[in-house]
């Protein structure tokens, strides 16, 4: 990427963080001082909700520092330090590490011809459980299927997830990579909204790319990855 769209880009992915992270802050102080000032005259059901804003305030700000810290690991991935890796290795990985949230959802992972690429492996795995814990969260009425395949194209891979979700209206499929937008479904936990963000920021480290297509039924997400 040139300088210039470095330079904007990142301005405004940290003026959209100070933007988040401004709402939970403002609601651990102002119910932290409502109840130093006075917490033994405050009603048991006032004082009550007063720490449960609290309490989801630090869960949302410890969130969105993690999804911070991974975009900060994230843009500094070295080319440099890239090796032969297999994305069905990887795809093991992430299957063993979603096991329970796979059961508990009633959802079906699959996947066919992964290849072997390069790049780091680290990386590459959270690319591949991003995509599968966006499906998890955003699931439509039905068992969620999910499918991950790939296909050659040129000295690259095309890599495909596929699933029967409730899908993003053509003109959000874009809309969904940037900084803290969330989708809205109806497992959604409300996360920081910087999952695809990381996901693109890998992608692009490794000289690849990230889109999403609207298809009619559910959601498909492709990326570009070099041979290894």
């Known amino acids: 990427m040139a300088p210039e769209k470095d330079t904007r ?8 963080a100070c933007h988040d992270l401004r709402t939970p802050v403002r609601a651990v102080r102002t119910n932290a001082e409502l109840l130093s000032k006075d917490a033994e005259g405050i009603p048991t059901e006032d004082r009550a909700r007063c720490l449960e804003f609290i309490v989801q305030g630090a869960a949302r700000l410890d969130a969105m520092v993690d999804g911070l810290a991974r975009y900060a690991v994230a843009v500094q991935t070295d080319p440099a330090a890239f090796q032969p890796t297999s994305l069905d290795v990887l795809f093991r990985a992430v299957t063993m590490r979603l096991d329970k949230d796979l059961k508990a959802s009633g959802a079906t992972l699959t996947s066919v011809d992964l290849p072997r690429v390069r790049g780091n ?4 795995m959270e690319v591949l459980e991003c995509l599968v814990r966006n499906t998890l969260l955003h699931g439509g009425p039905g068992a969620t299927e999910i499918r991950i395949s790939a296909e ?15 899908g993003v209206d053509p ?7 940037r900084p803290f937008e969330r989708l809205q479904g109806k497992n959604s936990k409300g996360g920081p909204g910087l999952g695809l963000t990381v996901c693109r920021a890998i992608l692009e480290r490794h000289g ?11 959601m498909t997400v492709r990326f570009t990855i070099p041979k290894a």
């Open 9 to 16: 880009e990142l301005s405004e992915f940290l003026f959209r």
């Open 152 to 166: 050659e194209a040129g000295d690259g891979w095309v890599i495909t997830c596929q699933d029967n979700g409730v």
């Open 171 to 177: 003109p959000y499929l874009e809309t969904i990579f």
């Open 121 to 124: 492996p680290d990386r590459l």
């Open 208 to 218: 690849g790319k990230i889109w999403a297509e609207h298809t009619g039924t559910g």
